[in-house]
């Protein structure tokens, strides 16, 4: 992350035709690729307006997943993936997701 030298604001990259270029958003500075260095936009592989879902479990990656017993409201398999996400405001309980390890059905826990 880079910060402005005029203002402190975040440094956000933005593609400006076929070049990349850093945008202060506090005071609208814009930097040139010689003044960023070295720097990679990476593209989303969501689409706008879709929801971001739970962990992608990779089948050769399934062992790094934490389990817990857990069961599963729709096949009631007694084993699931966990993980946490803050949902709500950070004064709150984060919200627990769980996905059965046999059927793959998410649900969440508040």
């Avoid at 040139?32 to 089948?59: D, F, H, M, N, W």
Wanted: glycine share 12%; proline share 5%; aromatic share 10%.
């Amino acid at each position: 992350m880079k910060f402005c030298p005029k203002c402190g604001g975040l440094l956000v990259p933005e593609r400006k035709g076929e070049e990349l270029k850093l945008i202060c958003r506090g005071c609208g500075q814009v930097f040139e690729k010689e003044e960023i260095g070295e720097y990679t936009l990476a593209q989303s592989t969501r689409k706008r307006g879709e929801k971001e879902g739970g962990p992608v479990i990779v089948e050769g990656e399934k062992a790094a997943m934490p389990t817990t017993r857990a069961v599963c409201p729709k096949c009631g398999h007694d084993r699931a993936y966990w993980w946490l996400r803050q949902t709500r405001g950070a004064d709150e309980p984060s919200t627990r997701f769980y996905k059965c390890v046999k059927c793959g059905h998410v649900w969440r826990e508040y």
